[in-house]
């Protein structure tokens, strides 16, 4: 059975199956929506990488073979530390209208309203154009490298593909301004890490080898670096659209370029979590380590940053800089091995069009705009093959929940899953009559 009452109950069951990564153990996730495929006759594989890994995978064959639509959701999850959530963050609860569950957001609903769409075009018999592909994959938190890069290497059709649809967009509400974000780039991942040596000793006779005290000073030279604000076509189109006629403490927008010249503006950037990360270079301290024992000075010590570069920034230059911020003192470690490729995919397209028309078809006349995702998502993993790739689920979300995404008592709302699901069915019947 295919309806939002079915779309609630799938939600809270996948988030009950814990997948947090690290170590993911994803394979009961995918074993569980093998058995939801299965019960409607389509056929899956399941592929692991690893013990315990798990990666699913389901075609409906189209007209024409080759270069298939890919419909990609992640089934891996970041952690989450009970004793700070109100609920327990794996138990799938239902309370005042909303699922709590980590991943609620962030991608299981999306998952279950893409099986659900995926479902049905096969219940309605539709033979799409091209084949279309349910590809729901492990380890996407932690690179992917296990998941969408494993399956990449064993179907060789995936690097085919004529088009992605994933994560990274929604319905939103913004300076009264009702909008769809569909997110055709993303921003780069450049994470790091400084470790510091020193001399240890009792905490009772200071001096000047102390390796958590080099560490803070690294950091604080890297993190009150003020990386420039610099507009990208995807942002300065999206944010022309949404701040058109603005009037703020010291100025009216115009447009993105002429309004950045003016020192207010750039304020009111400053103090916009969203708006900020859209504009700059993002650097942030995620993990301290340094120390077990109060009276103890360390003889090691280091700090983990989390940065995310706009889709015009290379690797190279931007490590270069973070070397000279770092100084003499710390050493700096790349993670990762991600390239500088501009990761993004055009909007001018029978996609765009298509996912603006189903938008339109449930919302009435709202703009769908092009988005850029501040977050990295396994859609650069087909950006990289040239692949028009979009993140989009198609639930209006107040910022209020999408701040809650990977954070504490993440949810959705019952009326969110409702909206996915119709959303997901319509995208999905569009997509089947696309001709690559």
């Not at 950045?260 to 700059?280: C, D, H, I, M, T």
Request: aromatic share 8%; net charge positive; with cysteine.
């Amino acid at each position: 059975m295919i309806s939002a009452e079915n779309a609630v109950q799938l939600t809270q069951e996948l988030i009950r199956i814990d997948t947090s990564n690290p170590p993911g153990n994803e394979e009961s996730a995918a074993l569980f929506l093998e058995g939801v495929l299965g019960a409607a006759g389509i056929k899956t594989e399941i592929y692991f990488p690893v013990p315990k890994r798990a990666n699913i995978f389901a075609r409906i064959k189209g007209r024409k073979r080759g270069r298939p639509v890919i419909i990609l959701s992640h089934i891996d999850v970041v952690p989450a530390k009970g004793d700070e959530w109100t609920v327990d963050p794996f138990g799938g609860e239902l309370r005042d209208g909303f699922i709590y569950g980590r991943g609620a957001i962030d991608m299981k609903a999306q998952t279950i309203c893409q099986l659900l769409a995926f479902m049905n075009l096969y219940k309605e018999g539709i033979e799409p154009e091209q084949d279309i592909i349910f590809l729901a994959t492990c380890d996407e938190e932690v690179g992917g490298h296990n998941g969408v890069e494993f399956m990449l290497h064993r179907i060789p059709d995936l690097k085919e593909a004529s088009f992605v649809l994933s994560e990274g967009g929604s319905i939103v509400e913004e300076n009264g301004l009702v909008h769809a974000q569909v997110s055709v780039a993303e921003k780069k991942l450049a994470q790091f890490m400084i470790r510091a040596r020193g001399t240890g000793g009792h905490g009772s006779m200071p001096h000047k080898d102390n390796a958590n005290e080099k560490v803070v000073r690294a950091s604080h030279r890297i993190l009150s670096h003020p990386w420039p604000l610099k507009p990208t076509s995807i942002v300065s189109t999206y944010m022309n659209a949404v701040l058109k006629g603005k009037k703020g403490k010291g100025f009216r927008y115009s447009s993105l370029r002429g309004s950045l010249k003016n020192k207010n503006f750039r304020e009111f950037v400053k103090g916009s979590q969203v708006y900020n990360a859209l504009l700059r270079n993002t650097v942030t301290l995620t993990i301290l380590k340094g120390g077990e024992k109060v009276n103890v000075i360390p003889g090691e010590s280091s700090a983990y940053f989390d940065a995310r570069l706009l889709p015009t920034e290379g690797h190279d230059s931007f490590f270069k800089k973070v070397r000279r911020l770092c100084g003499n003192d710390v050493e700096l470690v790349r993670i990762g091995s991600d390239v500088s490729k501009e990761l993004k995919s055009g909007y001018n397209s029978q996609y765009f069009r298509g996912i603006g028309r189903a938008v339109n078809e449930l919302k009435g006349a709202v703009p769908v705009l092009p988005f850029l995702t501040t977050g990295a998502t396994d859609m650069r993993y087909f950006r990289n093959l040239g692949i028009p790739a979009y993140g989009f689920f198609p639930i209006s979300l107040a910022n209020e929940e999408l701040f809650r995404m990977h954070g504490v008592d993440e949810r959705i709302s019952v009326a969110n899953i409702r909206e996915g699901l119709a959303g997901c069915c319509e995208i999905l019947k569009f997509l089947a009559t696309c001709k690559a």
